[in-house]
């Protein structure tokens, strides 16, 4: 059964970093993609970046490029999303998600969410 | 970058009939790359349609996606009670290279 599991929600004040991750299991981690998106209190769904986990390349959007970090350790399946200086507008429900692939390119399975509130 | 707009914003329907979802794209999306999610409170979404019009595994066939090019569309042929929930469309291809639409919430009229 494939599997995407992520850490628990976190509590944080402004300035302090953060590591949250995801660990596949049931499948091949390395032979799909794993996206991140971010679900803000009340709002949509909006993506973040993903990671090839077999040569952890990257690419990001635009709207978070340089605001975050997105990681991969294939020896224990293991995707990783990483702030180093949170802010208050970070509070949010992140989920990652695996990308099927071609020929189609979406989200087969998601990950239960973690939900991350920054606060003074 | 393809920007997704859904519409309407909400929809209120009662239990059996029929909803009609539009997602358009500002430019032209393969329909390969065109996918659509349930999402119910505190839950994650969960893929319904893939390719424009295929079902996901184990999603019940009055679910259907249809469309090509800029316009496409999820139909829910007689609403169930656990129909009720919020719905995205979602394009892979041009940078950026995945987005999502804002969503269409489908209520208990």
């Known amino acids: 059964e494939v599997q995407l599991v992520q850490s628990g929600a976190e509590v944080k004040k402004p300035g302090e970093s953060l590591r949250i991750s995801c660990k596949g299991s049931?499948?091949?981690?390395?032979?799909?993609?794993i996206s991140w998106v971010r679900q803000m209190p009340g709002k949509g769904l909006e993506w973040m970046g993903r990671?090839?986990?077999?040569?952890?390349?990257?690419n990001y959007s635009p709207s978070f490029q340089g605001h975050v970090t997105i990681s991969a350790d294939k020896s224990i399946s293991t995707a990783y999303l990483q702030w180093s200086s949170l802010k208050a507008s970070d509070t949010a429900m992140y989920y990652c998600?695996?990308?099927?692939?071609?020929?189609?390119?979406?989200?087969?399975?998601w990950g239960q969410g973690t939900l991350v509130t920054v606060s003074s | 970058e393809i920007v997704l707009t859904q519409s309407p914003g909400t929809l209120s329907l009662s239990p059996g009939e029929r909803a009609t979802l539009s997602c358009r794209a500002s430019?032209?999306?393969?329909?390969?790359?065109l996918a659509w999610y349930q999402q119910k409170p505190g839950q994650a979404p969960r893929l319904l349609i893939y390719?424009?019009?295929s079902r996901a595994t184990g999603i019940p066939d009055r679910f259907s996606g249809s469309g090509s090019g800029t316009d496409f569309t999820l139909t829910i042929s007689r609403l169930e009670p656990e129909d009720f929930a919020v719905y995205y469309c979602?394009?892979?291809?041009?940078?950026?290279?995945?987005?999502f639409g804002p969503g269409t919430k489908v209520d208990i009229k």
């Open positions: 390719g424009a019009s």
């Open positions: 979602q394009q892979y291809g041009s940078s950026p290279r995945i987005t």
């Open positions: 049931g499948y091949s981690f390395t032979s799909y993609w």
């Open positions: 998600a695996r990308l099927s692939g071609w020929p189609n390119y979406y989200f087969d399975y």
């Open positions: 430019q032209s999306v393969s329909s390969s790359y």
């Open positions: 990671i090839d986990p077999s040569d952890s390349y990257t």
